[in-house]
């Protein structure tokens, strides 16, 4: 009755392994049968909501994607492969609502290194689809955002000092200027920050 609406696909598809994101190791990226599944289920979902207008904002259509740097195209480790088939199944059912693109995360497994979200953009291969929007997760710094969340502990002001760094807006900014500059020369693709945190204590 409320709205506007965002499905976004957080669902047990391919063995997670776990609870609220995805790892480059789940079995989902290893076998193009789980993609079927997903295009099955974004397939139902396009059919049953395209005629909802205004009561649905978008689909995410993952949540949280994770790829190893060295991602093989055409594989199902693909993402930007799997959102083009996805975006073509949307459209065949609808071609009004915007279809959103969760940006990966990247990791490096020999230089033991996990790229941010929004680093990410720069492995998604856009479609000629002029109602695309991307979206970024971003915990920064993680002291701040998750504090107490796990379990209790002192508090962390904002701005703050951390690990020799200053912690404020003019360093928001700089860890988010990959975005910021895509925006800049990509106006017409909005840009979703879908999960973000400040605890309140």
């Known amino acids: 009755q409320h709205g506007p609406f965002v499905f976004c696909a957080r669902i047990p598809v391919g063995g997670p392994k776990h609870k609220w994101t995805m790892l480059g190791s789940d079995p989902f990226w290893k076998d193009f049968r789980w993609h079927e599944l997903l295009i099955q289920f974004w397939d139902t979902i396009a059919h049953r909501y395209a005629e909802r207008g205004d009561v649905i904002a978008g689909y995410d259509l993952l949540n949280e994607p994770e790829i190893p740097i060295d991602m093989k195209e055409e594989s199902p480790e693909d993402v930007s492969l799997l959102y083009k088939k996805l975006t073509k199944t949307i459209r065949k059912r609808d071609t009004v609502h915007t279809i ?51 379990e209790e502990g002192e508090y962390v002001p904002y701005p703050v000092h951390l690990n020799g760094l200053l912690w404020n807006r003019e360093a928001l900014e700089r860890e988010q200027e990959v975005l910021i500059r895509f925006s800049e020369e990509h106006p017409n693709i909005p840009i979703l920050i879908g999960e973000f945190s400040c605890p309140r204590l």
């Open 100 to 150: 959103i693109y969760a940006l990966p995360r990247i990791y490096d497994k020999e230089a033991g290194k996990m790229y941010s979200y929004h680093h990410g953009i720069e492995r998604i291969e856009l479609p000629e689809d002029d109602n695309i929007c991307l979206e970024a997760h971003t915990y920064f710094p993680k002291e701040f955002t998750h504090q107490n969340i796990w």
